[in-house]
């Protein structure tokens, strides 16, 4: 008897795909014409399913979505989305996924192809980042669950294995970590989900360029330690997700070294800089020092969602961290249970999907230097976009263009508080561009992240143009 789950008929299902894949390709060949657009009420209350679904079949299903799934994407394929951190996408995407759900490999552990795959490709991620070869690493979801990763290995080596069983309050020790004032949300979410409690991220106030103050650093560091408390990490970040500044890394280390604190960086979208021309590459100057790394294949490298890695200095912090093997999962000497160490000894998840193949197959089909020079391209146009805004009279910039990020709105004082937002949503109804914003001094302003390997320096025009006229419209009706 065939399966249930299996087609009927294997050359319609060949048919149905085929056809289903000249669709997909279609649409990233016009990913021009294809801005974010809103669902539809009637789309939306279609996606229901019944208790009881009778079941349509693969060739309805592959009509299905590509009427009522595909044009509703975020929107981040088209060259005029800048908001808030999205990842382009990759062609090759299309090809890796195709293999990778044909396979159904589970990367927790065991000896098969896709491990060696991940294997390769953190291997390839030591080099990028200057990482010793001995180092370990991991694919997560992203960068949130890589910070998680990593300063659970920090805290396990501040407080000593026995905090793996005893929990974090046994030692008596506070910990507390310190970060850019601008720092993610993720790493204070990680410290609340490892025990240590968010409010003991010390935020420290930026200097001049933007990067954490030194002085202020060593300061808290000290206030900490003269009222007893356990500095235990300082969290750099390459790369804020608010205005673009980068920490001083190398500074960072010399510091973490001198105190005895576990450095980690945050990295999601900046850490790629590493493959940028000079003058940009020197923003990461020093990330090979630090002792983990959480870093994103899904922004910047615009491997599909979701991908991301969390590299660790030292392996044996790693695994003492997370390693777990019950009889059920005991090595084997050979065959399909060999191959050690498994990928459950690095992090939360057993099982776990072939998200390296995406990124392996990015890096295979385009190779290291196309990235790096639409990483490098990104960032000129992000001066660009800063030098046509503050051209025009009705714009100005609201920090310093430093990376790849650009925060900008209406030069006039009289402007309401609302006005940014309004012109964020006019701008994507209109599918003109997709803008997002943050909030500096006080105000809110419109904020472009540009990670978009598909946009053109007419693009950064178009859209600044846009936001002049449609800024005209609302200030002088
Ligand atoms: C996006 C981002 C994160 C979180 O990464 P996810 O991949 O979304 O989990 C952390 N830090 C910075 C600077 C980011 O831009």
Redesign the pocket.
Known sequence: MSSPLDPDDWDDFASAAHALLDECVAALRSADDRPWQPVPGEIAEGYRLARDEPGIGHSEAAEALVSNVLPYHTGNTHPRFFGW?HGTGLASGLLSEMVAATMNSNCGGRNHGAVYVERALLDWCKDVFDFPTEASGVMV?????ATVIALAAARQRALGPSSRGDGVSASGAQLAAYALDGV?T?TQKALELIGVGGAWLRRIPAGPTGAMDPSELGRAISADREAGRTPFAVIA?A???DIGSYDDLDGLADLASQEGLWLHV?G???AWTRLAAEPWRHLTNGIGRADSIAF?F??WMSVPYDC?VALIRDQTAHTATFSNRPAYLAYQSGGLGAGNPWFCDYGTDLSRGFRALKAWTAVKTYGTSAFGEAITRNIEQAHLMGRLIEAEDSLMLAAPVRSNVVCFGSSSPEAPGGLHAEVAQTLQYAGEAVLSTTKIGGRVWLRAAIVNHRTTDADIAATVRAVVNHLTGMVEP
């Open positions: 951190v979801t992203g960068t949130s669950q993610h993720s970040t790369g804020s997700v945050d999601a979208f900046g994103d899904h922004k991301g």
